[in-house]
């Protein structure tokens, strides 16, 4: 039996200035707080929505998402989630501008604020319209997680650590994100050119 194709992935990696430039942007604090998170965990959109302040471990800075298909297991981010990570004691992480209205269920309500949990299209629309000025954009938050796991590849992480990373259970759904970039290509061919090894002894 032939393998079936991997389905055509249209999303691609941001360059690393790219994204140091859209995580670094004076947007509000709580885009910036969710596309550092996006980027660092490389989790998805979807599983980091979900989220709960209480289901945050912030001194080692990790939670447990429930990721496609049910499973459950730990994310984990870096130092510019942390740094923005503070603030309210329960409800959900990520929270709408506006009071909660019926039929919202409990359980997606900050009983402090009475404000509802972020919606996914909601968060889209907002990164959509933060990134539409780039002469490639807009950008799509999955940008993010792509890049993040492209980005790893780049600087040789293995892959079980990708795999661990992307929350995939099959190297071949992985394949589509660890493509190097060309940019990564040129890194690479300059790191290890052993004529610039010499000129650093």
Not at 47 to 62: A, K, S, Y
Not at 165 to 183: E, F
């Amino acid at each position: 039996m032939r393998a079936r194709p991997a389905p055509p992935d249209t999303s691609r990696a941001l360059s690393r200035d790219r994204v140091t430039e859209i995580l670094g942007s004076d947007a509000p604090l709580r885009e910036r707080v969710l596309w550092h998170l996006l980027y660092e965990s490389s989790a998805r959109a979807e599983e980091v929505l979900m989220l709960n302040v209480p289901d945050l471990d912030t001194g080692n800075r990790c939670a447990v998402v429930t990721r496609k298909g049910g499973a459950r297991e730990v994310i984990a981010w870096q130092t510019g989630t942390a740094r923005l990570l503070a603030g309210r004691k329960s409800g959900p992480l990520f929270l709408t501008d506006r009071k909660a209205r019926p039929p919202v269920a409990t359980n997606d309500i900050d009983p402090a604020t009475r404000r509802a949990r972020l919606s996914y299209r909601r968060a889209a629309e907002l990164f959509e319209a933060h990134t539409a000025d780039y002469s490639d954009g807009p950008y799509t938050l999955h940008q993010l997680r792509h890049s993040r796991l492209t980005h790893a590849a780049e600087e040789g992480a293995s892959t079980p650590v990708l795999m661990k990373l992307s929350g995939h259970t099959s190297v071949r759904s992985l394949v589509k994100y660890a493509r190097v970039s060309d940019d990564g290509l040129w890194r690479y061919q300059a790191d290890s050119d052993p004529a610039a090894r010499r000129r650093g002894r």
